[in-house]
């Protein structure tokens, strides 16, 4: 079992950042796939980004690409996104999650674990 615990969100202007930490316990998840969604209220969760495996490159929604980068520490087992240039339309909640799955691709219902997320909230 894999517990997931994000931190990081908060308030913030546009064109501001954030970095958001997700720290995993119970499962080093140095080479699972691990990715962000996010989530407005009555609204699906939204695919942001993810890695998959030990070596793999990110990938990105085409809505955050060139503005969010994502990284992992296995030493800390912590998955990191860090936000630049952030949008009104950028306020969702967070949620970090875990694949057992090699390649997931981008739908929530191919990740298995979830943290309880953390609110980002970008004022204009």
């Known amino acids: 079992q894999v517990q997931l615990a994000e931190s990081g969100g908060g308030l913030v202007q546009a064109g501001g950042s954030l970095r958001l930490a997700c720290v995993a316990s119970?499962?080093?998840?140095?080479?699972?796939?691990v990715g962000w969604f996010r989530q407005t209220p009555g609204k699906g969760r939204n695919f942001v980004a993810s890695?998959?495996?030990?070596?793999?490159?990110?990938f990105y929604a085409d809505s955050v690409k060139g503005r969010f980068t994502l990284s992992r520490d296995n030493a800390k087992n912590t998955l990191y996104l860090q936000m630049n240039s952030l949008k009104p339309e950028d306020t969702a909640m967070y949620y970090c999650?875990?694949?057992?799955?090699?390649?997931?691709?981008?739908?929530?219902?191919?990740?298995?674990?979830w943290g309880q997320g953390t609110q980002v909230t970008v004022s204009a």
């Open positions: 999650a875990s694949s057992r799955r090699t390649y997931p691709g981008t739908f929530s219902s191919n990740f298995d674990y």
């Open positions: 119970g499962r080093t998840f140095g080479t699972d796939a």
């Open positions: 890695i998959h495996g030990q070596n793999s490159s990110p």
